[in-house]
Every structure is written in structure tokens, then in C-alpha cells.
């Protein structure tokens, strides 16, 4: 008796992780691909460069850009809707955060403007979070295959592990994104030191060349001053 106990416990404990080991399979292949995306390009001196991204009705799109290198460091930025209508316009700004609520469905586009500098060229880099469609996780179709056990199976149900998969999954991809968000920020604060360095050294050593050249002058005009050439009679 007390080996058969034995044998129906571990029996439990085998099937406990077998469905645990499934949950976490069939939700890993429910995530698939994030619909989030971004993109770091060199935008041309008095050009123009123009994405595109579809979305739903009834969901959230959020655009993120910064400018990280380049003289001025900024650019026009615009959001246009799918029947042309103007949503965002921002003039000669080298970053900024926009959340769009589509109110219809199709490709929205989404521009960046160098056309008011003739010889600067820019690198942009921006991102695109979108939330509320179908790119979340979530639903009782996420396992598919996972029938629901009777009763409590060693005390995890599997609504919970759903909620705390997703929730995991969630934190990590905003996790990345803000990951992704700093480096932008690092590329751009290292781009602006180095050009401030140099620009640091350079007139350093104009100023040097320059206070060499007055300094050269006055010994000159001093030792003009002291030079007599008279003759003296004795």
C-alpha cells in the first residue's frame, strides 16, 4: 500500500511539470513576433525619408525619434494618416514622443525632413510601440492543445501561469525598448561630445597661434623700441 501511494505521487508530480512544461511551450509560441520595430538611418542633407506602418482601428501607436548625430541636430517631423490629413507636425526638433490612437485602419506614414539644411546630413533614429492590436498577448486561445485539468493540480492553475507569463513577457519588452531608447541617447550624447571636443581643440590651438603671434610682436616692437642707430661722436 505504501509503495503504491508512493508510485500515484510521483505519477502526480510527473504530470504537474508535463503540464507546466506545455504552458511554457505554448507560450512562447503565442508571443511570435512583436509588432514593435525601430530603425536608425542617415537622413541626407535637403532630402526627405518616409515610413510606413499599418494599424488597426481602436488601438495605439507610439512613435518615438531622436536625432543622434549631425550639425544642429534636428529635423521636421510628421505623422500622416491613411486619407492624408496631417496628424503630427513638428518643426526643427531633435527628438520627441507621439501616441497615436488610429481611428482608421490602413498605412500610416511617418517623415523626417532634412530639406532646410543644404550640407548637414542627420542620423535619426526612431521607434515604434504598438499595443491593443493583436500584437498582445493574452486570451484563452494562447495554448492551444492545454486542456484545462480537474481540479487543483499541486496548487498552480493555469490562468495563473497565463497572467504571469504575460506579464513577464510584457516587462521584458519594455525592458528592451527602454534598453534600446538609452543607447540612442548614449550614441547621441557621445556624437555631441565629440563634435564639442573638437571644436574645443581647434580653437585651443587658434588661441595658442594667436597669443604666439602677439607675443613674438611685442619682443619685436620692444627691442625696435631700444635699437638706436645713431651714430655718437667721441
Known amino acids: 500500500m505504501e509503495a503504491f501511494r508512493g508510485r500515484m505521487s510521483c505519477r502526480g508530480g510527473l504530470l504537474g511539470l508535463t503540464?507546466?512544461?506545455?504552458?511554457?511551450?505554448?507560450?512562447?509560441?503565442?508571443?511570435?513576433?512583436s509588432q514593435d520595430s525601430e530603425f536608425t538611418f542617415l537622413l541626407p542633407a535637403g532630402r526627405s525619408e518616409c515610413f510606413y506602418q499599418t494599424a488597426i482601428k481602436n488601438g495605439t501607436m507610439e512613435v518615438e525619434y531622436q536625432v543622434i548625430a549631425g550639425a544642429g541636430m534636428d529635423v521636421d517631423f510628421t505623422i500622416i494618416s491613411p486619407q492624408g490629413a496631417r496628424l503630427i507636425i513638428e518643426n526643427r526638433r531633435s527628438d520627441g514622443v507621439h501616441v497615436v490612437e488610429p481611428m482608421?485602419?490602413?498605412?500610416?506614414?511617418?517623415?523626417?525632413?532634412?530639406g532646410f539644411s543644404r550640407f548637414s546630413e542627420k542620423m535619426v533614429f526612431f521607434e515604434i510601440i504598438i499595443e491593443g492590436q493583436g500584437g498582445d498577448v493574452g486570451g484563452d486561445d494562447e495554448f492551444p492543445g492545454v486542456e484545462e485539468p480537474d481540479g487543483s493540480l499541486l496548487e498552480y492553475k493555469l490562468d495563473d501561469i497565463r497572467e504571469t507569463m504575460d506579464s513577464l513577457h510584457k516587462r521584458l519588452e519594455r525592458s528592451r525598448q527602454m534598453q534600446t531608447v538609452l543607447r540612442a541617447f548614449e550614441a547621441r550624447d557621445r556624437n555631441l561630445l565629440e563634435d564639442n571636443l573638437w571644436r574645443v581643440s581647434f580653437w585651443s590651438c587658434a588661441s595658442v597661434l594667436v597669443m604666439l603671434c602677439v607675443a613674438v610682436t611685442q619682443v619685436y616692437t620692444v627691442r625696435k623700441l631700444f635699437d638706436d642707430k645713431r651714430r655718437v661722436c667721441t
Open 19 to 33: 503540464v507546466a512544461f506545455l504552458c511554457c511551450v505554448g507560450s512562447v509560441q503565442c508571443f511570435g513576433q
Open 104 to 114: 482608421e485602419e490602413g498605412d500610416y506614414e511617418i517623415c523626417f525632413d532634412n
